[in-house]
């Protein structure tokens, strides 16, 4: 793959000069673009006089778009300002070279932007895209992380985050992206579900005749995930006795079937998840510290939906793809329908989201775009009334003045005066805090009563109550 890259200085320095740098990395084989073609190259250098709060700027307002990858070269970090490395990868910056340190600065600089260009092939190739669907700043950040630990890596993983953030489809991602792993088996075990009598033979499986039930011999997840991957599902849910086992396993890659002496070895990658917080089980005595530890060599918290709204919309089309029939295509969104998705709040993120559109899809009919009828009845927003309005006897008021013959002009007007009246009935006739609590002005309401006194008077003139 050609690999490209911009190249935009922050200041001056003699020791760091910008045609040197382009010098160092043409001989490495990278390609330097006019930072006037920088949307052509995701990839981008800095080359920084010093360490600066300016410098940070500038790198925060470049990394500002999409998927922007930016190397900060420093021209030389001084002692004092080795400490300012840490605030521009806060900016955005993925990595910080101090110039001075690089003995092939060349090479240095191109295995990076290479492994960056690796993951991030990965990451927009058709087997993430359509599975782990979202382009938001924050979700492709995950998606980074995921490929990367998944393809250079065959350490254990633990993926936290909320209910419904695809932490399972995320452990499908890492087992398929395992060179060494993805031709065997990827095996699930869901903690919740281990029923505590049985939880060893889940793990371990069991001889034949090892318990009352156990009339044959089985496997457990340990022989089924060996030289593949085993995905503990809610890990934190795991009872106490299991947790001593399975860092037994762990850490000597053998264990014993329920009712057998036999030692047998299993070789697999351990993926877990979980939406507690495990550093807290750990203090309460919950959760075994050292065995955290061993599940945790790299850590991925998947955001919650209310972190990447830009991904809502993609992720609404592209469960409207998985509901549409092979020959019909899927409908399109009408802007308050759109609207409504982006205002919802989902307490079970993508999976709350992904039942809302399959309950909308099943309602809509015909080639129009889904209209905010096809929204279920107990979906569909409450209207932002003040605090404490009960608008269902208005509304049978102002039904029966319709059924009498009453147009919008006439009911306007009496509900207008019975708001005034009331205002100043609770203000005891006090005409400067009545027009306050009605939000007018003092001007308004003396005008407002007026015109209502005027009308009662020429009603009674004519006889009428």
Known sequence: MTLSVWIQPFGTDEILDEQSVIDCLEKAGINVASRD??????????????????????????????????????????EK???YAWQLLHAGASDVLAWCDLRQPGDTIAARLTRWQEIDAIVTSPLVRNNLVGRSRAWTRVLRRLVEAARYTGAPILLVGET????????????????QRSQHELIVLDCTTIVPDLSGSELFGHERGAFTGAVSARDGAFALADNGTLFLDEVG????????????????????????????RSDFRLLCATNRDLHGEQAQGNFRRDLYHRIASWT??????????????????HFLRQEASDNNQPPQLDDAVR???????????????????????TRHVGPGPITIGDIPAD??????????????????????????????????????????MAALDNEDGDMKRAAQRLDVSLRTLQSRRARYRDREKAISGNGHL
């Open 37 to 78: 073609l920088a949307g052509q190259s995701a990839y981008g250098i800095a080359l920084l006089a010093d360490v600066s709060r300016d410098a940070c700027e500038f790198v925060r307002s470049v990394c500002a778009q999409e998927r922007m990858r930016i190397l900060a070269i420093v021209a030389n970090a001084k």
């Open 81 to 83: 300002q080795r400490d």
């Open 164 to 179: 419904g953030t695809g932490k399972e489809l995320a452990s499908r991602l890492i087992h398929s992206l395992d060179k």
């Open 237 to 264: 849910e795991l009872p106490a006795a299991l947790q001593v086992q399975l860092l037994r396993v762990l850490q000597e890659g053998t264990y014993k079937r329920v009712g057998s002496n036999t030692w047998r």
């Open 300 to 317: 991925i918290r998947l955001p919650p939906l209310s972190e990447r709204t830009d991904d809502i919309i993609p992720l609404v089309h």
């Open 339 to 361: 609207s409504f998705f982006l205002t919802r709040k989902y307490p079970g993120n993508v999976r709350d989201l992904q039942g809302l559109v399959a309950r909308i899809a």
């Open 379 to 420: 979906e569909r927003p409450v209207l932002p009334y003040p605090q404490g309005w009960d608008d269902e006897p208005l509304e049978n008021s102002i039904r029966q003045a319709i059924s009498a013959g009453h147009g919008l002009h006439d009911i306007r007007d009496a509900v207008e005066a019975i708001a005034v």
